[in-house]
């Protein structure tokens, strides 16, 4: 064989290594882009398993509500890259959520109220999964950056098949949410709806603990802690605060002749008649035994007597349970100088004791500026104990 016919064969040989080895590799390659598939399934199993658990972790670090609210979305929101978000919760035998957390939506927004067989929350709930809703220009709240969403992804919450409310993840633009997402969401919806039931619970004991058993109003504990807020209040809006401190007179006699139950009723009935007499924003609290009292902010003297004097007016002309009728006797005090906003209370029953020796059914104010065991006060209209008619 000469050396022409050598070459050719090797050659062929060669080229057909060549076909194998390209062969060989492409399934090679196959094989490996399966095997990286695999792989990323898992590694995303993985970090979202992860994020799960971080999520979890986050929102499970508070018993306070508005921080597992927040959280949660915050949450939520950034998984979808949503440029607001909000958080709703179902009311109480209400068919209506109302927004309790959100971010970047501007002071007031538009749709602080969901109703469920609305849209964009109907939709959702129906299926009882995320889904991306088109939002109707009535219903879009403001964004801070400026402007209003016209999508909307919304994400039910549930326990145990109870809707306990709905994230709202507003979009820039329409999008089809993979499976993955979905499940992504519904994860960590699930581990906010955990969340959030045990800081409801939490809220309630801590609600019962501040709240007066008999009367249902706020009580000793929880007046303090009024106080100390609308002190603080009053000192950063250079305001003036009252402080009114209420006595049932001769209530001692109404327990003494006509049992501890009757007189249960009859601190029922007056803690009525004070929530009703006084306005909206009024604190009233039960102080302890037949005493009560009340937080005025925003309230001169001249204002928290003109109060006084009708409440004290309102509680005279009732009739309480047994027949009986009753007075109240009222001490106050009232300044716009925060260096004497700690003293109110001291000085408000200082004033309630000078209207009991003053003779009951009376209102008496503190002297702000005189020594506090050296004040003056004004009696109005002093009676005595008048009993059943």
Known sequence: MDLAAVLLVTSGLLVFAFLLLTVSLMRLRGTTRELQAALDDESGARDRAALLLAIASAVNSSLALEEVLNVALTHAGRIMGAVAGAMYLVQQGKAEMHRDAEYN????????????????????????RPLVVKLDERMA?????????????????????????????????????TEDQADLLNGVASEAAIAIRHAQLFQAQEENALTDELTKLPNRRALAQRFLQEMNRARRHHNAIAFMMIDLDHFKQVNDTYGHLNGDAVLAELASILVTGARESDVCARYGGEEFGMILHETTEAGARTLAERIRSKVAAATFPGGLKLTISIGLAATDEPALFTTLMERADQALYAAKQGGRNQVRVADMNAPAKQQQHAPSEPTSFIGPR
Do not use: C, F
């Open 141 to 177: 709240p403001g964004i801070e950056g400026g402007g209003h969403p016209q999508h909307v992804l919304v994400v039910p919450v549930q326990r145990s098949g109870q809707l306990m409310g709905a994230m709202e993840l507003y979009l820039n633009a329409w999008r089809e949410l």
């Open 105 to 128: 939506l501007t002071p007031r927004a538009r749709g602080a109220v969901r109703k469920l067989d609305e849209e964009p929350v109907r939709s959702a709930i129906a299926a009882m």
